[in-house]
């Protein structure tokens, strides 16, 4: 017993991305994913699906956008511009995703991309940002668990840098078996908690 405290006081520490993974989760963080109309300057959001640090579903809803889905992005999630007829706008779900993140940590994997999203969402919508958030315009890597597994894994460019692996990918190299591979928000939200989780265990 008395080995084992000392071993906990004074053994080697985790590494830093397995004990930034602990911390996100210990902060009850939303972790969210989004799928969009494309991947441009002017796509939108489609969907967004919001959960807890345990996997429990915050919020969960497709979001009719102004512009049509591209064909690209609707074999990827296989959501219709039918199928976003009669969906809330970003306006109508306002309300329910600031309940979920206000005062909260979001993090997602690529969190560049969807908080660009968002962005431009709501700008299209002319929405303003809402001053709550103002904290998601910190560096990526406050958020990024794409980011932070890229380091964890440790697949090192010729400039330092370390490469990013696709959501997919992390899954596979982390022994994780996906129940699906639908591609929708939800789905994929939980799938970047078990890669969080995964590295917090390590």
Known sequence: ?????????????????????????????????????????????????????????????????????????????????????????????????????????????????????LMQTLAVAELDWPEAWDHWGQPAEHYCIMLLYAQFYGDERWDGEYVWQKLVAALQQCGIRSETNSHRAVDDARAALAVLQHMARS
């Open 1 to 117: 017993m008395l080995f084992r405290i000392l071993r906990l006081l004074f053994g080697p520490r985790p590494r830093p991305e397995v004990e930034q993974a602990r911390a996100w989760l210990a902060s009850s963080p939303v972790i969210f994913d989004t799928e969009t109309t494309g991947f441009g300057k002017k796509d939108q959001i489609v969907e967004i699906a919001c959960l807890s640090e345990k996997g429990d579903v915050l919020f969960q809803s497709l979001v009719r956008p102004s512009c049509p889905v591209s064909d690209g992005a609707r074999r990827i999630h296989r959501i219709s511009d039918a199928a976003l007829a009669d969906a809330p706008t970003i306006a109508e779900i306002m309300p329910d995703l600031r309940r979920v993140f206000d005062g909260r940590m979001p993090i997602t994997y690529n969190f560049d991309f969807d908080r660009r999203m």
